[in-house]
């Protein structure tokens, strides 16, 4: 397993580094406004009724940027937490915990292409 | 008097395998604010992770019906849900402040036509572009643009 890994890294990296650099810029404006403002009453939630929110979420850019806030924030989240694993729990396990959390990220990445697909 | 030594005079006659102890957390970790922020830096993926899961959640409202969006819309002001996105915005903000103005500036190419710009330079470029797709996405989904 440890040897996978090790072949397909450079796709993990390419992966997190986008989900590092991108999902940061993205999750930001998302969060700002569909996690606080809207919930706290800053911005009225017909900002994003139902027309408008998928309106927004069917065009092509709005899959391929939600796509990217879906999938993007799993894969930086997976690689940092078995970094966290590694750091804490030694090199032993690794192969395990990496495997577990890669397939977990391209598990609901899988779900966010059916998802959006399906919008 | 001696001469200065040879640089390969105490070397074995063949070269082995080098000998590294595996990396490991020193126990007095917490005390140490680099590997501190180093931690926390590494745990802001727990909270992308989550992240990711609940986005994922909302779009698969979505395309269920308007019943089913204006439901997951309304629940996301329950005060976990609010704590949490609270928590992903601190976290958002440290991972933005930590890579892209401390880690990207330095990891310009050396070596290629495009020139190494000043390190200040790339830090405003990055948190320019930054600012300005917060800005622009925050428009889009509070009504002001389209």
């Known amino acids: 397993m440890k ?7 450079p796709v993990i990296w390419l992966l997190f580094g986008a989900g590092l650099a991108l ?43 939600l796509l990217a806030l879906i999938a993007l924030p799993l894969w930086k989240g997976a690689h940092h937490v078995r970094s966290l694993a590694l750091d804490f729990g030694g090199a032993e396990r690794d192969g395990a915990v990496g495997s577990l959390l890669y397939l977990a990220a391209a598990g609901v990445s899988v779900l966010g292409i059916i998802a959006v697909v399906g919008l | 008097m001696a001469g200065t030594a040879h640089p390969e005079a105490m070397a074995p006659p063949q070269k082995g395998p080098t000998r590294t102890a595996p990396p490991q957390m020193p126990g007095t970790w917490w005390g140490a604010p680099r590997i501190r922020t180093y931690l926390l830096f590494g745990a802001t993926g727990i909270v992308y992770f989550i992240a990711g899961t609940v986005f994922l959640h ?12 204006e439901t997951a819309l ?73």
């Not at chain 1, 040897?3 to 890294?9: G, K, P, R, S």
């Open chain 1, 23 to 65: 999902g940061t810029m993205l999750l930001t404006g998302f969060v700002l406004v569909v996690g606080l403002a809207i919930p706290m009453g800053i911005v009225p939630p017909e900002a994003l009724n139902y027309e408008r929110a998928y309106g927004l979420a069917s065009s092509f850019i709005g899959r391929v940027i």
């Open chain 2, 58 to 69: 909302l779009v698969w409202q979505l395309g269920k019906g308007p019943e089913a969006w």
């Open chain 1, 3 to 9: 040897h996978l890994l090790l072949i397909l890294e």
């Open chain 2, 74 to 146: 309304s629940s996301l002001s329950h005060p976990a849900y609010i704590a949490f996105n609270a928590l992903t915005l601190v976290s958002v903000i440290f991972v933005g402040v930590r890579a892209f103005g401390g880690m990207m500036p330095k990891m310009q190419p050396r070596t290629g036509p495009i020139p190494v710009l000043p390190a200040g330079t790339v830090k405003a470029l990055i948190y320019g572009v930054w600012s300005l797709m917060t800005l622009v996405i925050c428009l889009i989904l509070a009504g002001v643009l389209f």
